[in-house]
């Protein structure tokens, strides 16, 4: 398939790069190398991953309503000023 693209300096000189390395690649293969590269790097690129993150039982307060803040600081503060 052929397109225009615009790059950045930054990757036009990885392309470069890729060039001089790659021992004699076309400017279009290396472009197509590195793009696979980040593409495919790590065998997770594309695939989110859930993040599970444990959980804590803190214990239950029955006099504290975790919906009302002005509540928990004023436990922890004492009476705020109005």
Do not use: C, W
């Amino acid at each position: 398939m052929r397109t225009t693209v615009t790059l950045e300096d930054d990757v036009y000189d990885a392309v470069k790069d890729e060039m001089k390395q790659g021992g004699g690649k076309t400017f279009k293969q290396s472009v197509n190398e590195l793009i696979r590269r980040g593409r495919y790097a790590g065998g997770t690129a594309g695939k989110k991953k859930k993040l599970r993150l444990p959980t804590y039982d803190m214990g239950a307060n029955e006099h504290l309503d975790l919906d009302k803040p002005r509540q928990l600081i004023e436990q922890l503060e004492g009476p705020l000023h109005r």
